[in-house]
Every structure is written in C-alpha cells, then in structure tokens.
C-alpha cells in the first residue's frame, strides 16, 4: 500500500518567536492530539471486537470483550473532556492578552463546545468519569457505588495461568451503578451507556478536527512561507488497519513466546 505523508519542520527557535500563548497551547496541543487519536483507534478496534459479525460464543469472553471496551471508551472520553478544558482555557488566556491573533478560530469552537458538546447528561458523565475513575481515582466516589448496589448482584473476576490473560471484571461491573442512579429501569440505563459512547466517539472526532483547523490557522498566521516536504511511504502490512475490520484482542497467546532462563 503506497500512501503519501508531508513532513512540516519547526525549529525550537521558530516555536520560541510564536507568541508564548499559542505557542504553548500548540506544542501541548500536539501531545495531547496524539494520544486522543490512538486511543480512538482503540475505541474503534474494540468496537469491532464486539460487532455483531464477528459473535462471541462464550459469555464469559463476551464479559472480556465488553469490559475492554468501556475501559477504552472511558479513557478516551476523559482524554477528551481534558482537551475542551484545556481549549476553554487557552480562549481565555487570549483573551486576557488581548489576543485576537486566532479569535475568528477559536471562538466559533468554544460556541460549538458549550453549545454542542459539554451539554446533557453524556457529557455529565464524561465529566465524572474524568474526574472519578480514569488516571487518578477517587476510592471513596467508588465505594459509594459499590455500598449502593443491589445485593443480590454478583461480580466476576476471570482468572488465567498467565497474568496477563486475567480480568477483574468486578470493577467495571460496580462502575456500571453509575449509570442506574436515580432508580433508571435497565432499558433506561442501557440507553444511557449507548447515548455515551456515541457522544464519546463523536466528541473525539469534532478535536481531532479542531486540532487540524487550529494548525492549519497557525500555520498561515505565523508561518506564511513555511513549505511542508511531500513524500511517498509504503507501510508494511502489519501497520495498517483495516477501519472495519482490525479488531482489539482480548487474549494473549504465549505459544511462540521464548522463555530465557538465567
């Protein structure tokens, strides 16, 4: 598969010169566009781990497959909750310098952000999510869950002879009482989980986007005679995906793995 990359080099100097407040937002803009695209790559890979062409018979490997996808899916919304913070706030520094270098960019965004995006209760629980249980979690916001269940729910964990094939599943499970507070009927939770992923891969979708508008508009603002370097690649078959079709694992197979003894 030929394909065709164009490589745009910046010198720290050249970053330097950018005034401090775009540029600062756009270097840390780069670092955190990178890990919202790959773990949409995983969202997506996980999807098709579980669609409905590729049926999984066991249900414990069912269990497997759904837990990965919301510990996916979460990660990747709190990435993005984290990233419209971090946009509002850069709005906000331009606007404390009197800057409205990029204004007619970034306003339109932060319009669509409140109006659009950090409204309804997906995005309420992206927040929480962000805020509770990804990167830092909060023990007594989870216990809380836990003391509020029904009694008589049961939780699994899955274990294997290769750690790394384990799942504590039990986790996810409790977190799910997220989804059902105030008394919502099972049918009325299951909505709620759907209603989140949607927002979660659409949100993901409108950064990355904004991302590329935003350098683009930085590019032409402060680098007019910038030329990119277009060049040819030929990516060899195990790095490309197949959008419909790459599915994220559940297992490891250890089989061709050489143990070294000492």
Request: net charge negative; hydrophobic share 40%.
């Amino acid at each position: 598969m030929k394909d065709h990359l164009v490589r745009v080099t910046f010198t720290t100097d050249e970053l330097r010169k950018m005034p401090m407040v775009h540029s600062g937002f756009f270097v840390t803009s780069c670092l955190a566009i990178n890990e919202i695209g790959l773990s949409l790559r995983l969202f997506l890979m996980s999807m098709n781990t579980r669609s409905k062409e590729r049926p999984i018979s066991d249900s414990a490997l069912e269990e497997y497959a759904f837990c990965q996808h919301q510990m996916v899916e979460r990660s990747l919304g709190s990435k993005v909750v984290e990233y419209l913070n971090m946009f509002g706030d850069y709005q906000t520094r331009c606007q404390r310098a009197k800057d409205t270098t990029l204004a007619a960019m970034i306003d339109p965004v932060m319009d669509t952000v409140r109006n659009s995006i950090r409204v309804g209760p997906a995005y309420k629980l992206a927040e929480w999510y962000r805020n509770k249980t990804s990167s830092h979690y909060n023990v007594s916001e989870i216990t809380d869950l836990m003391m509020k269940g029904d009694i008589a729910d049961e939780h699994n964990i899955y274990l294997h002879k290769q750690v790394g094939n384990a799942n504590y599943l039990l986790g996810e499970q409790i977190l799910l009482a997220k989804l059902a507070e105030g008394g919502k009927s099972p049918e009325d939770t299951a909505a709620m989980l759907t209603a989140y992923g949607k927002w979660v891969e659409d949100a993901a979708r409108y950064v990355v986007d904004v991302h590329h508008s935003f350098s683009v508009a930085l590019f032409q603002t402060f680098f007019p005679d910038k030329i990119g370097q277009r060049f040819e690649i030929n990516p060899e078959p195990h790095l490309v995906a197949k959008l419909s079709e790459s599915a994220l694992p559940i297992f490891w197979d250890f089989s061709d793995v050489i143990r070294k003894r000492p």
